[in-house]
Antibody
């Protein structure tokens, strides 16, 4: 059974930093890209970042480029999202999701399993 | 940039058929996926590759796509189908994944 468990969310002041973790189990972690999708309160889904399974290529939405960094530890089956220079508009539930393929960027990619999410609140 | 348009809400009586649309330029030539998000829960993939159902998704849910509209159809709607539904695609291989704005399905 595929399981994705996020952690690391919380309250942070504007301009601060936070690191989210997503621990995966139930599948061969290195064979799949992983992604982060967020949802602001009362809003829709917004794709944030992704990392390919093997060569580790990283991808970012324009809204977070230069502020967020995705990484993965294939020995621990964990994907991270390091968030810095946080803004009020980054307040959201952040979901980790498994991508259907090793390589991210194929037009056939979809997100077949999701974690329960981690709430990040940016406020003074 | 490519835009996906979903109606904000759709209402249907129990047992009837709900059709949730996702509009986009020549969307019929692209690959569309659909996600269901029940209140307070994480999204769940319900349709991929326009028409395919993941294991565990009932046959009552089906997808289609043609021209400028992709459609998620839910037959024999049940109370448990009440949720937000999102379409998702890649506009092209050089772009990044895009979600529609979501449609709230209300079961009357």
């Amino acid at each position: 059974e595929v399981q994705l468990v996020e952690s690391g969310g919380g309250l942070v002041q504007p301009g601060g930093s936070l690191r989210l973790s997503c621990e995966a189990s139930g599948f061969t972690f290195t064979r799949y890209a992983m992604t982060w999708v967020r949802q602001a309160p009362g809003r829709g889904l917004e794709w944030v970042s992704a990392m390919s399974g093997s060569e580790g290529s990283a991808y970012y939405a324009d809204s977070v480029k230069g502020r967020f960094t995705i990484s993965r530890d294939n020995s621990k089956n964990i994907v991270y999202l390091q968030m810095s220079s946080l803004r009020a508009e980054d307040t959201a539930i952040y979901y980790c999701a498994k991508v259907s393929d090793t390589t991210f960027g194929a037009t056939s990619n979809y997100f077949d399993f999701w974690g329960q999410g981690s709430l990040v609140t940016v406020s003074s | 940039s490519y835009v996906l348009t979903q109606p904000p809400s759709v209402s249907v009586a129990p047992g009837k058929t709900a059709r949730i649309t996702c509009g986009g330029d020549n969307i019929g030539s692209k690959i569309v996926h659909w996600y269901q998000q029940r209140p307070g829960q994480a999204p769940v993939l319900v349709i991929y590759f326009d028409t395919e159902r993941p294991s565990g998704i009932p046959e009552r849910l089906s997808g289609s796509s043609s021209g400028n509209t992709a459609t998620l159809t839910i037959s024999g709607v049940e109370a448990g189908d009440e949720a937000d539904y999102y379409c998702q695609l890649w506009a092209n291989s050089r772009d990044l994944p895009l979600f529609g704005g979501g449609t709230k399905l209300t079961v009357l």
